[in-house]
């Protein structure tokens, strides 16, 4: 119960709500538990009749009335019943909600690292699956426990009042059905943890094939992918099988339990009857009625045991997340201001999970307002420098400044909201073309969308949509180009207006003509912004006023386009390569 101690925070905050549950449930019992005692008393009515002691008349009235109160009490029982539930499952919900809310709030502070260290199914399983299972304890498992314990507390005194001999031997059958039900949901958890994992198996190798059908109908492996989904299904179906083969376990139990509790208090209550121990042949038939009842809540002891036992294990995954600090923090509550003079001094970087050297004590400054062209090799350390300017990761040595202030000293904030990123993969969002460009700002106009699709150059092929700017774009932006989707992903920062813009390779995807176009755009737009364009093409870097070319995270030249070219190194061989290649075109 350790872990689950982090939801007391959430009960603590919905106490009101769960007493008032916890008032009806009680109430609910002791409402419903006047059908036994009246069920007693129209036998004891009957018995009277029968014997002759009492009239006709009052034969008929008693038994009406005996009849009006168990009907009144069931009613009223049964919507005490509806509002226990609506008191007690709706604070499991909004339980559910707040600790949905607070893991996602913590994967948004979490940095990169913890997104390569965990694979997204495992983030998605503790944020569903996992909270799931919590909520079935917040919600259904303190319903049961407590329904079952103001149940049992009201009966046993009823019974204990009506017969103290006959509920012990009728209570004895009871706590061996509470064992065997808490080794069943034990043994049914097992198994349907097993059929959850294949279950899953089955959707991750489907959604593979779906996502990769293009690939799949190009190598002509579809009845390999066939024999291959038939096989995990059988597996499946056979784990299923084994679930069933358990579940089905569990209502023979619970009636050869209550059967043999109803025999039980036939029997000896027959002989009491007979001994006179007990005055009426009523009393056997409320004993059966109040064991009938005590058998579900009882059962349920088992079942909530196994389900505290899942969400204890649940919360324990989703306490280790909520603990992890997030490696990159912001230290600084107050503003900076950032101009955009950026400065590396001797960087040195590491990427903790694969050891990678990417970044070799690399030394360079920009001043705000200038253009950095970075070239280099496949690998070579480029989109390392970025990352590094968006502060995505602390560095190991070395400094790197901006505005003269360490970017560990700057509010994180800022740092970020003055950065417009255009990525490697340009990822869009499912949603139409002009909300994805407005994601870098949310209170651009209409008409500022316009001109950042027009200096992105991507305008003109958007009208031709049926929708235009409205056209929605499916999984990762599949109805677009690759090329299209970058330039959609570069309009993204443009509309930011930001003191800083990292281009990443970002123009792979654009002929050369198209790329021409952009850069004279970007030229217009990033007057008094510091520009960052990395690139593999001469092309994007000529007009730079600076360029830096990395090799195995160090950097091997650096100036400017027209000494570059006349220094024997890789920026000449790519530029004579380039030309060549233009000029066969
Ligand atoms: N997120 C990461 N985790 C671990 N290692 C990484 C990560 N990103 C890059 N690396 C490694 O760091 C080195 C530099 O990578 P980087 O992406 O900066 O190169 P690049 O010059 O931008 O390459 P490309 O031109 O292919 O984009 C590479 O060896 C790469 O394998």
């Avoid at 329904?147 to 061996?176: C, Q, R, W």
């Avoid at 059908?213 to 579809?222: R, W």
């Avoid at 969400?311 to 997340?321: D, G, L, T």
Wanted: glycine fraction near 6%; hydrophobic fraction near 40%.
């Amino acid at each position: 119960m350790k872990e689950l101690q982090h939801l007391n925070k959430y009960f603590l905050k919905y106490k009101i709500q769960l007493l008032v549950g916890t008032l009806i449930t009680i109430a609910a019992r002791i409402f419903l538990l006047f059908t036994p005692r009246y069920v007693k008393e129209i036998f004891v009515v009957i018995e009277k009749h029968t014997k002759g002691l009492i009239t006709q008349d009052a034969f008929e009235s008693e038994l009406a009335e005996a009849i009006l109160y168990i009907i009144g009490a069931a009613l009223i029982g049964g919507i005490l019943t509806f509002f226990m539930r609506q008191a007690i499952i709706n604070v499991s919900r909004y339980i559910e909600f707040d600790l949905k809310n607070e893991i996602y709030e913590q994967y948004q502070k979490l940095s990169l690292n913890f997104y390569k260290k965990n694979r997204t199914g495992d983030l998605m399983n503790r944020i569903t699956e996992d909270v799931g299972r919590v909520r079935m304890y917040a919600g259904p498992a303190l319903m049961y426990s407590i329904n079952t314990l103001a149940l049992f507390v009201i009966v046993i005194i009823y019974m204990v009042n009506a017969s103290p001999k006959l509920t012990l031997y009728t209570i004895v059958p009871l706590p061996i059905l509470s064992v065997i039900i808490y080794k069943l949901s034990k043994e049914i958890h097992k198994r349907s943890t097993i059929v959850q994992e294949y279950l899953s198996k089955l959707s991750t190798f489907t959604q593979e094939s779906f996502s990769g059908i293009s690939v799949i109908k190009a190598y002509g492996i579809e009845p390999q992918t066939s024999v291959n989904f038939k096989s995990l299904a059988a597996e499946s179906k056979a784990k299923q099988i084994s679930l069933v083969k358990v579940q089905a376990w569990f209502f023979p139990m619970m009636i050869l339990l209550i059967g043999t509790s109803n025999l039980l208090v036939i029997y000896i209550g027959g002989m009491q009857y007979i001994n006179g121990e007990i005055e009426s042949i009523g009393t056997i038939a409320e004993f059966i009625i109040y064991v009938n009842m005590l058998t579900w809540p009882v059962a349920t002891v088992g079942w909530v045991t196994s389900i505290i036992q899942q969400a204890e294990a649940s919360q324990k995954r989703i306490n280790e997340f909520l603990k992890i600090e997030p490696e990159i923090k912001n230290t600084i509550n107050s503003h900076t201001k950032i101009t955009g003079d950026i400065s590396f001094n001797k960087v040195s970087f590491t990427y903790d999970d694969t050891n990678i050297r990417a970044l070799n004590d690399v030394s360079f400054h920009i001043k705000a307002g200038e253009t950095l062209a970075i070239l280099g090799k496949t690998g070579s350390g480029k989109s390392t420098i970025l990352d590094l300017i968006g502060r995505l990761y602390d560095i190991d040595k070395g400094t790197i400044t901006i505005n003269d202030t360490k970017i560990d000293q700057l509010n994180l904030t800022d740092l970020r909201d003055s950065i417009g990123y255009v990525p490697q993969d340009a990822f869009l969002f499912s949603d139409t073309i002009k909300t994805n460009i407005k994601f870098g700002n949310h209170d651009a106009t209409d008409d500022d969308v316009i001109e950042a699709a027009k200096n992105a150059q991507v305008h003109k092929n958007i009208i031709k949509f049926n929708k235009g700017y409205e056209t929605k774009l499916g999984e990762r932006g599949i109805t677009l180009s690759g090329g299209q989707k970058q330039r959609v992903s570069i309009a993204r920062a443009i509309i930011k207006s930001p003191k800083i813009l990292l281009f990443d390779d970002c123009l792979s995807a654009v002929d050369t003509e198209t790329e021409e176009k952009i850069l004279k755009n970007l030229d217009k737009i990033s007057k008094g912004k510091t520009t960052i364009i990395v690139s593999h093409r001469v092309s994007s870097a000529k007009n730079a006023d600076k360029i830096i070319v990395l090799d195995n995270g160090q950097i091997v030249q650096e100036g400017i386009h027209d000494t570059l070219i006349n220094i024997d190194g890789y920026y000449k061989h790519l530029y004579i390569k380039q030309l060549s290649e233009t000029t066969t075109k």
